[in-house]
């Protein structure tokens, strides 16, 4: 680590562009799909369910971009790409898997405030 101090909360740290990153949606999928080892495009595709063509292309250059993903070209008919984790992937996806244990241990506390706050939300005076 650097001998930099950040600061996460001003808008002007670089910090936060990293954030944005990891924090995507289609970002954590496919971290966490690449955590179960390498991949060719078209079963990353697969794996993660409703992804379009675009968004995963766009998310696999972003991620490669910043040295979490690397990106090898098979020269066959047609050519093949194959995705793996770097090390800083690896590392990122252990934290993704963290966040990912932590939805499913919070997701029926997380459903039942929905429904109490939704069903607060109509029975509010002047609420339509």
């Not at 090898?72 to 800083?88: D, H, K």
């Not at 590392?91 to 966040?99: E, K, R, Y």
Request: with cysteine.
């Amino acid at each position: 680590m650097s001998g930099t101090v950040y600061d996460v909360l001003n808008p002007k740290c670089p910090t936060q562009q990293v954030l944005d990153r990891v924090s995507s949606k289609w970002t954590m999928l496919v971290i966490l799909a690449l955590t179960e080892g390498p991949q060719r495009y078209a079963a990353l595709r697969r794996r993660v369910e409703g992804v379009t063509k675009k968004m995963l292309t766009q998310t696999l250059r972003a991620l490669e971009r910043d040295g979490l993903v690397r990106r090898r070209v098979f020269a066959a008919v047609p050519i093949q790409t194959e995705y793996e984790l770097t090390e800083s992937g690896r590392s990122l996806g252990d934290a993704v898997g963290v966040i990912r244990a932590w939805a499913y241990d919070h997701m029926t506390a997380i459903e039942s405030a929905r429904t109490a706050f939704d069903a607060s939300e109509r029975a509010a005076p002047g609420s339509p």
